[in-house]
């Protein structure tokens, strides 16, 4: 049997792009949608949707099998799922209260936020040129609070809660 090496293909070159490009478009479509309805309204509705979506797709595609969770991981499920609701309820909630395209940026803190996690806790190396790319994020993302050393001035509400659902955003993915 041969077993498929991880080779790269177009597709997976674009992807980050595309997905980049899908996030910023959702911000948008929050931010249009909560001229109408209220930041727990779209936060129900975005959470209760993904887990119909989901739930389904487990159903017709894998079966009902799939569903079957083991009693010990009960609580790991509960917390992803505050976390998951945390993250997007933060989000949501920045999108209303700041600048779509400043909650943009704040959120791709994830970077930072993942690359301090992986170092811290589970060994991993980030080379010079990782550095020197986060160092310019962070410096980045300090000019897009308007937070410079030499100012002690409080960030808005809608970017604190930005950077907030980077930092889920980056636990959540690993």
């Not at 300090?142 to 100012?151: A, G, I």
């Amino acid at each position: 049997m041969v077993i498929a090496q991880n080779t790269p293909t177009r597709l997976s070159a674009y992807l980050p792009v595309l997905l980049a490009l899908s996030a910023g478009g959702f911000l948008v479509i929050y931010k249009a949608i909560l001229h109408w309805v209220s930041p727990l309204i779209l936060l129900s509705t975005v959470m209760g949707g993904t887990a119909l979506l989901i739930g389904s797709y487990i159903l017709c595609f894998q079966g009902i099998r799939r569903l079957k969770v083991r009693r010990r991981f009960y609580g790991l499920l509960l917390l992803l799922g505050l976390c998951a609701t945390i993250l997007n309820g933060s989000m949501i909630w920045a999108v209303e209260l700041s600048e779509t395209s400043q909650v943009s940026l704040l959120l791709r803190r994830d970077i930072i936020f993942s690359a301090l996690i992986g170092f811290l806790f589970f060994g991993e190396r980030i080379s010079r040129q990782g550095v020197s790319g986060l160092l310019l994020m962070s410096a980045g993302a300090f000019l897009v609070l308007r937070m410079l050393p030499w100012q002690l001035q409080v960030p808005s509400n809608g970017d604190m809660l930005a950077v907030l659902a980077g930092c889920l955003l980056s636990t959540s993915a690993i």
